[in-house]
């Protein structure tokens, strides 16, 4: 929408007046006042979508006003109107937050351009935020589910530490959705107006990463022509999150480390600390502390970096937690494509058998796959095999031998044929959850009913 209300402060009756006639022609309502403290007051009443004020006024000057008009509505444009004696305030206000100034005396044609400024900043302010909102709306939609005590106990953490700005490390095997924890707490936290800036660790050299992270200098080092803002910077009011911080050098270690322990930075090439205020989230998909204590990581940054630990489970250790994976991404993907796919049972039973090595991302993938190439055919347990043919690579292995016991059907020739069934099919109820029998079942090859007489023969639980 243009803007439709201003208000006017400027002690000279003429030039309030003279706005007064102005603005309305471009469809602009206008309340007028003569200082800033009424100002104050009238916006206070009933916002506007604009504040024009002059800078020298009895009482509250324009520039007082600017500073406590950009406290209450930061995003509301303030132009400063001045005489040609005191342009040098006028650019001091606009870095104190101005969006422009008027010089006296201005006629039709200044305001007319001035406006058009103003309503082309409206409209790309709007889109700016319509972008973010629906950013986040993909992010909220990529959240993380699930109902497992593993994963209620990492959500219920992730929901007490987003309201503090503690840093916070999070650690698990790739593909568990680190990543999702990080913007979880971005989004949840009184920050979440301010940037979300991701850096991945692993992806740069050492020297890069450092000028990555904390800036240069103009003539720094040979190409640096000129200053660079770094991401600590770049993140002020917001989060960095420091993506597989276990694969930084040790120099950059103990960089990092003043940073957490200071607050403040240097810039490559620099000797001025510059204060930063930014939450950091670090990820590892490595034991951090083992890796200390063998010398690869420093100690006392662990220290730092685990102040609010967030561990990730892996999606074999949550198996109930799938369906609900699976459906929630079906309903996105299926949005996308212009589909309603629909998974039978035999279809969900068939993925829960599977290990998935690569976790949720995984999961995700392959629910994309399952829809992007089966449409709106019903997804069965054919069409799991055809999209995730590392199933039945799994399969032919768990028949062959049982991990969990360690036992080779090969190597067992001093147990009886039983012996070694009953082994494998403990082993593969271990994998599919103990509850979970028809899962156990559909891996084995054999009906549910089969797998119930076995467990009542060998007095295990039969279950239901």
Same mark, same amino acid.
């Given at each position: 929408?243009?803007?439709?209300?201003?208000?006017?402060?400027?002690?000279?009756?003429?030039?309030?007046?003279?706005?007064?006639?102005?603005?309305?022609? !471009?469809?602009?309502?206008?309340?007028?006042?003569?200082?800033?403290?009424?100002?104050?007051?009238?916006?206070?009443?009933?916002?506007?979508?604009?504040?024009?004020?002059?800078?020298?006024?009895?009482?509250?000057?324009?520039?007082?006003?600017?500073?406590?008009?950009?406290?209450?509505?930061?995003?509301?444009?303030?132009?400063?109107?001045?005489?040609?004696?005191?342009?040098?305030?006028?650019?001091?206000?606009?870095?104190?937050?101005?969006?422009?100034?008027?010089?006296?005396? !201005?006629?039709?044609?200044?305001?007319?351009?001035?406006?058009?400024?103003?309503?082309?900043?409206?409209?790309?302010?709007?889109?700016?935020?319509?972008?973010?909102?629906?950013?986040?709306?993909?992010?909220?939609?990529?959240?993380?589910?699930?109902? #497992?005590?593993?994963?209620?106990?990492?959500?219920?953490?992730?929901?007490?530490?987003?309201?503090?700005?503690?840093?916070?490390?999070?650690?698990?095997?790739?593909?568990?959705?680190?990543?999702?924890?990080?913007?979880?707490?971005?989004?949840?936290?009184?920050?979440?107006?301010?940037?979300?800036?991701?850096?991945?660790?692993?992806?740069?050299?050492?020297?890069?990463?450092?000028?990555?992270? !904390?800036?240069?200098?103009?003539?720094? !080092?040979?190409?640096?022509?000129?200053?660079?803002?770094?991401?600590?910077?770049?993140?002020?009011?917001?989060?960095?999150?420091?993506?597989?911080?276990?694969?930084? #050098?040790?120099?950059?270690?103990?960089?990092?480390?003043?940073?957490?322990?200071?607050?403040?930075?240097?810039?490559?090439?620099?000797?001025?600390?510059?204060?930063?205020?930014?939450?950091?989230?670090?990820?590892?998909?490595?034991?951090?502390?083992?890796?200390?204590?063998?010398?690869?990581?420093?100690?006392?940054?662990?220290?730092?970096?685990?102040?609010?630990?967030?561990?990730?489970?892996?999606?074999?250790?949550?198996?109930?937690?799938?369906?609900?994976?699976?459906?929630?991404?079906?309903?996105?993907?299926?949005?996308?494509?212009?589909?309603?796919?629909?998974? @039978?049972?035999?279809?969900?039973?068939?993925?829960?058998?599977?290990?998935?090595?690569?976790?949720?991302?995984?999961?995700?993938?392959?629910?994309?796959?399952?829809?992007?190439?089966?449409?709106?055919?019903?997804?069965?347990?054919?069409?799991?095999?055809?999209?995730?043919?590392?199933?039945?690579?799994?399969?032919?292995?768990?028949? #062959?031998?049982?991990?969990?016991?360690?036992?080779?059907?090969?190597?067992?020739?001093?147990? @009886?044929?039983?012996?070694?069934?009953?082994?494998?099919?403990?082993?593969?109820? @271990?994998?599919?959850?103990?509850?979970?029998?028809?899962?156990?079942?559909?891996?084995?090859?054999?009906?549910?009913?089969?797998?119930?007489?076995?467990? @009542?023969?060998?007095?295990?639980?039969?279950?239901?």
């Amino acid at each position: 929408m243009p803007l439709v209300t201003a208000v006017v402060a400027d002690d000279e009756i003429l030039n309030r007046e003279l706005m007064g006639e102005m603005l309305p022609r !471009f469809g602009i309502a206008v309340r007028t006042v003569k200082d800033g403290v009424q100002a104050l007051k009238a916006m206070e009443a009933e916002p506007a979508d604009l504040l024009i004020t002059d800078i020298r006024m009895p009482g509250m000057g324009g520039l007082k006003l600017l500073l406590k008009a950009k406290e209450k509505w930061p995003e509301m444009p303030v132009v400063m109107m001045t005489a040609f004696a005191s342009v040098e305030s006028a650019v001091e206000s606009m870095r104190q937050g101005a969006y422009d100034y008027l010089m006296k005396p !201005f006629g039709v044609e200044q305001v007319e351009a001035l406006l058009m400024r103003l309503n082309e900043r409206a409209g790309l302010v709007r889109e700016v935020r319509t972008l973010r909102e629906e950013v986040r709306d993909r992010h909220r939609e990529r959240r993380m589910l699930g109902d #497992s005590s593993a994963m209620q106990a990492a959500l219920a953490t992730i929901a007490r530490a987003a309201k503090a700005s503690s840093t916070v490390l999070v650690h698990g095997e790739s593909g568990t959705g680190k990543e999702l924890v990080a913007r979880a707490l971005h989004d949840q936290s009184p920050r979440a107006t301010g940037p979300f800036i991701k850096v991945n660790c692993a992806a740069l050299t050492e020297t890069l990463l450092t000028s990555e992270l !904390f800036g240069h200098e103009k003539g720094a !080092f040979t190409g640096a022509d000129e200053l660079r803002i770094g991401r600590f910077e770049a993140a002020a009011g917001g989060t960095i999150l420091l993506d597989e911080i276990s694969e930084i #050098s040790p120099e950059l270690q103990a960089k990092l480390l003043r940073v957490l322990e200071e607050r403040e930075i240097e810039r490559v090439g620099g000797n001025k600390p510059i204060a930063v205020d930014v939450r950091i989230i670090a990820t590892t998909n490595r034991d951090l502390l083992a890796e200390a204590q063998r010398g690869r990581f420093r100690e006392d940054l662990y220290y730092r970096l685990n102040v609010i630990p967030v561990a990730l489970p892996p999606l074999r250790d949550r198996l109930p937690d799938i369906p609900a994976i699976i459906r929630h991404y079906l309903a996105i993907f299926g949005r996308d494509v212009g589909v309603k796919p629909k998974l @039978t049972d035999s279809g969900e039973r068939l993925l829960l058998t599977y290990r998935w090595p690569g976790n949720v991302r995984e999961l995700v993938n392959i629910v994309e796959r399952l829809v992007v190439l089966g449409g709106d055919a019903p997804i069965d347990a054919d069409a799991v095999r055809r999209c995730l043919p590392e199933l039945a690579r799994q399969t032919a292995a768990a028949s #062959s031998s049982t991990p969990e016991s360690g036992l080779a059907i090969e190597a067992t020739t001093t147990l @009886t044929l039983e012996a070694v069934e009953r082994a494998h099919i403990q082993a593969v109820l @271990t994998r599919c959850g103990s509850g979970n029998k028809q899962a156990a079942a559909d891996m084995l090859g054999i009906s549910r009913r089969s797998l119930h007489d076995r467990l @009542t023969r060998w007095g295990l639980d039969p279950g239901t």
